[in-house]
C-alpha cells in the first residue's frame, strides 16, 4: 500500500521550501526553489511545480498524495487568493489555489497565518493529538496565534482571526508596529524581551554584563545566555516577560477555555526561564473557573521545519472537516 | 404535516418556565412551574414533565417535539449534569439530561451559561441568522457572553468557554465578585455603569440629579431616564461604559475575527447613549486588520423570553450538528 502523503510548502519572500511530509509528521523529502518575483505568477508556478514532481518522483511511486498545503503571506484561506502582497510582485489578486488547480487535480489549500499552521501541526504531529480546544502562541520577533476550537482552526468571518499579539496587554504601554500602543507583542515577543531589558536598565542599577552592549545588538538568545549564567537582569527581564504574557494568557482562557496553551518560537525555548514567571502570573490572574484547569506547554514540533510541517498538516486538518 | 417544535426550559431557583417553540422563533405555548428545591430531584422531575405534557397535549397533535433544551445553573453541556448547585438541593452531581431520558425519547441537551443560550438565540431566530462567527455580549447584572465560531457555540474543552465578562479591562482596576480586579464586568454591566456614577461624582464637580440619590439605590435605568433629560454625569456615564467595552471588543475581534458583536440586555437597552462611544471606542482600539469591519448590534431577541428562546434554540443547533 502507498503511503498518504502531505505537500507542505513555504512561500518565503526570496525563497519557497517544499516538503513531503506523512501523517506521522516525517518529512521524507525537502527541497527549495526561488520565489521568483516580479514576474508572471505562471513563470513561478511552473518552475515550483517541477520542483514539487521531481521530489514526489524521488520516492518511487510509493507515496499517494492528499493534498497540498501553501502558507503564503497575505492570503486567504477562503477564497484562495494572495491579495495585496505587492512585494511578491504578482499583481493585486493571484488566485493561488485556481492557479494550482491547472497543475493538480488534489486539493490545495492556502493559510496565511504562520501561527495557524503551527497550531494545526502541533495538532497533527505534535503536542497537540486528540485536543480539541487549545491555543498556540509563537514567540518570535512578534507574537503570532493560531487558535483551536471544537476541534477545527478559528479562522473568523474572514480568515484574520487569531492575533492575540494584537491583544492590548498594558493600556498605554510600548508603541506597537501596528499602530497603537500597548500590544502583547511589544512585551512577549523576542524583541520584547530586549525592549524589557532595556526599561530595566533605565528604571534600576541592576548590575549587568548587558549593559555593555548596544541596545540596537540585543537579542533574545544574548539575554537567554546571560539569563543562564545567572545575570540577574537577564533574569528579571525574564520574569517581567512571563508576567506579562500569563496576564494576557489568563485573559484568553476566558474566551475558550482551552485544553493547554503551547507556548512555540524564540522566546519560548529559553525553557523555565520564561514558563517559570508566565504559569505563575497566569493563574494569578487567572479566573477563578478556569484555575489549575489550563495547561501550559511548550510545542513539540521542531522549530526549523514548523513551516512545512504546518501547511501540509493543513491538510489533514481539511481531509477530516 | 406537524409543525416542528423544541421545548425550552429554564430553571430559576425558585420558577422553572417551560415554552414550546417553532422554528422562527414563536413561542406557541409557555407555562411555569415551582423549582422544587430540597426535594429529590425525580420529585421536581415528575412535576415539571406533567407541566410540559400538558402545554404540548394542549396543541391538539399538531406539533412534533425534536427535542428539549434546558438552562440551569452550573450545568455542564458535555456531561448533562448539574453539579455542585448546592442552593438547588438536589446534591452534588445530578444527571439531569439521563433522568430526563427516562421520562422522553428525544434528544435532551443542557446549557449553564444564559450568554451562551442567547447567542444560539440570536443565530436561530434573532440578527445573527447566517452568520457564522459572532459574539454575543450579555450586559445585565454582569456581562455574559457567548460566541460563535466556524458556526459552532464555543463551549471549551470542559463547557465553561465564553466569560468575557471576566477578562481584565483596566489592570489594578475595579474589585469583581470573582476576587480579582478590573474584570470587564465592573465596568460595561448595569452594575458597572452604576458605580461609574459614583467614580465621576467623587472625581468631579459635574451637577447632576443623581447626586441626590444613595449609591446603593442607583439603577441603569435611572441612569438611563436622567441621561434622557440630558444630565450632564448621566451622559459621561454612559460614554465612560462604552469606552470600556469598545476597548474590550476591540480586544476580542483579535481573537475570532467575528462578523457582529451584538448587545443584549438591561444596558444594550439604552441605544445610542451605549452604542455610540462603544462603537468609537472599539475602532479606535481596534488592530487595523479589522477596521470598519466589526459590526456592532442591538439585540434583536425579545429580552423578557430570551431564557425560554435560547435554551430551544440549542434543540435545533444540535440537530444541525
Known amino acids: 500500500m502507498k503511503k498518504e502523503v502531505a505537500i507542505g510548502i513555504d512561500i518565503g519572500g526570496t525563497n519557497t521550501v517544499i516538503g513531503i511530509v506523512d501523517r506521522a509528521g516525517n518529512i521524507l523529502a525537502e527541497t527549495t526553489t526561488p520565489t521568483l518575483t516580479n514576474t508572471d505568477i505562471r513563470e513561478y508556478l511552473d518552475s515550483l511545480?517541477?520542483?514539487?514532481?521531481?521530489i514526489v518522483f524521488q520516492q518511487n511511486n510509493t507515496i499517494e498524495v492528499k493534498g497540498i498545503g501553501i502558507g503564503a503571506p497575505s492570503s486567504n484561506y477562503f477564497?484562495?487568493?494572495?491579495?495585496?502582497?505587492?512585494?511578491?510582485?504578482?499583481?493585486?489578486?493571484?488566485?493561488?489555489v485556481e492557479l494550482m488547480r491547472e497543475y493538480y487535480d488534489y486539493p490545495v489549500i492556502v493559510l496565511t497565518n504562520d501561527a495557524n499552521s503551527a497550531a494545526v501541526g502541533e495538532k497533527m504531529y505534535g503536542g497537540a493529538q486528540g485536543m480539541k480546544d487549545f491555543i498556540m502562541l509563537t514567540l518570535g520577533t512578534g507574537v503570532g496565534s493560531g487558535i483551536v476550537v471544537n476541534d477545527q482552526l478559528v479562522l473568523g468571518h474572514d480568515g484574520f482571526a487569531g492575533e492575540l499579539g494584537h491583544v492590548i496587554t498594558q493600556p498605554d504601554g510600548r508603541e506597537c508596529g501596528c499602530g497603537r500602543k500597548g500590544?502583547?507583542?511589544t512585551y512577549a515577543s523576542a524583541t520584547g524581551i530586549c525592549r524589557t531589558v532595556s526599561e530595566i536598565m533605565a528604571t534600576t542599577n541592576t548590575k549587568s554584563e548587558l549593559r555593555n552592549v548596544a541596545a540596537e545588538s540585543f537579542t533574545s538568545?544574548?539575554?537567554?545566555?546571560?539569563a543562564v549564567k545567572g545575570d540577574e537582569l537577564a533574569l528579571k527581564a525574564f520574569a517581567l516577560t512571563g508576567k506579562m504574557l500569563g496576564k494576557a494568557i489568563?485573559?484568553?482562557?476566558?474566551f475558550s477555555s482551552p485544553e493547554a496553551v503551547f507556548l512555540f518560537g524564540g522566546l519560548a525555548l529559553a525553557g523555565d526561564f520564561i514558563f517559570t514567571p508566565t504559569k505563575e502570573a497566569m493563574e494569578e490572574n487567572m479566573c477563578f473557573l478556569?484555575?489549575?484547569?489550563?495547561?501550559?506547554?511548550?510545542?513539540?514540533?521542531?522549530g526549523a521545519k514548523i513551516a512545512i510541517l504546518g501547511a501540509s498538516a493543513v491538510v489533514w486538518q481539511e481531509m477530516k472537516n
Open 49 to 54: 511545480t517541477v520542483k514539487i514532481n521531481e
Open 221 to 226: 538568545r544574548m539575554i537567554y545566555d546571560a
Open 79 to 96: 477564497t484562495g487568493e494572495i491579495i495585496g502582497a505587492t512585494n511578491l510582485g504578482w499583481g493585486e489578486r493571484v488566485p493561488l
Open 250 to 254: 489568563s485573559d484568553f482562557v476566558a
Open 183 to 185: 500590544c502583547l507583542e
Open 290 to 302: 478556569y484555575s489549575e484547569k489550563v495547561k501550559l506547554l511548550p510545542s513539540e514540533l521542531d
